[in-house]
T-cell receptor, first 114, second 114 residues
Framework: AQSVAQPEDQVNVAEGNPLTVKCTYSVSGNPYLFWYVQYPNRGLQFLLK??????LVKGSYGFEAEFNKSQTSFHLKKPSALVSDSALYFC????????????FGTGTRLLVSP | ETGVTQSPTHLIKTRGQQVTLRCSSQ?????VSWYQQALGQGPQFIFQYYREEENGRGNFPPRFSGLQFPNYSSELNVNALELDDSALYLC?????????????FGDGTRLSIL
């Protein structure tokens, strides 16, 4: 069964510094990977996806993610963090059961300090 | 383009009652998925509807049921409510069950069971 792991419950970074939110995955076959962000009392907003092709994927709000097949990782990155980036971030993998089931990690809370 | 809308935003029920949650999919989307997000957890897949038929289900008991209507809107019904059903219920829509397409989420319905 497909799964993802987010090893950090919380990541703290100062505004203007680069940020990384980690995700590792376990799949049979080629992975379809996604990052979503959740602000308080809101649903999930799609940031970016990796399906195939370039290992560096660019997404919304200046975020990007690096796919590393040998390390089975899909880390979310941003060169310069903003206070407004503070939120809950979820990594997800598509279950390959023939329909669009997403399997989510437990989430990482990003706190950007001024 | 209209996004995914869910109603109601909040709901309080007591154990043993029944509840119906509603979702309007994003314009042009014919696939709807429902997820349960317990406090401090990632979303868990409940089921998916495509063209008015359930075509995938997660590890949830039969008292969780759903419907999809010809306009692709959807309902989630939960019977015999239990305390553990307290959660944020998220609806997500997408196009044609295409596995590479991201799902777009509504802001959810927060269900509290007393």
């Amino acid at each position: 069964a497909q799964s993802v792991a987010q090893p950090e419950d919380q990541v703290n970074v100062a505004e203007g510094n680069p940020l990384t939110v980690k995700c590792t995955y376990s799949v049979s076959g080629n992975p379809y990977l996604f990052w979503y962000v959740q602000y308080p009392n809101r649903g999930l907003q799609f940031l970016l996806k990796y399906i195939t092709g370039d290992n560096l994927v660019k997404g919304s709000y200046g975020f990007e993610a690096e796919f590393n097949k040998s390390q089975t990782s899909f880390h979310l990155k941003k060169p310069s963090a903003l206070v407004s980036d503070s939120a809950l971030y979820f990594c997800a993998v598509r279950d390959m059961g023939g329909f669009q089931k997403l399997v989510f990690g437990t989430g990482t809370r990003l706190l950007v300090s001024p | 383009e209209t996004g995914v809308t869910q109603s109601p935003t909040h709901l309080i029920k007591t154990r043993g009652q029944q509840v119906t949650l509603r979702c309007s999919s994003q314009s042009g989307h014919n696939t709807v998925s429902w997820y349960q997000q317990a406090l401090g957890q990632g979303p868990q897949f409940i089921f998916q509807y495509y063209r008015e038929e359930e075509n995938g289900r997660g590890n949830f008991p039969p008292r969780f049921s759903g419907l999809q209507f010809p306009n692709y809107s959807s309902e989630l019904n939960v019977n015999a409510l239990e305390l553990d059903d307290s959660a944020l219920y998220l609806c997500a829509s997408s196009l044609d069950r295409v596995e590479s397409q991201p799902q777009h989420f509504g802001d959810g319905t927060r269900l509290s069971i007393l």
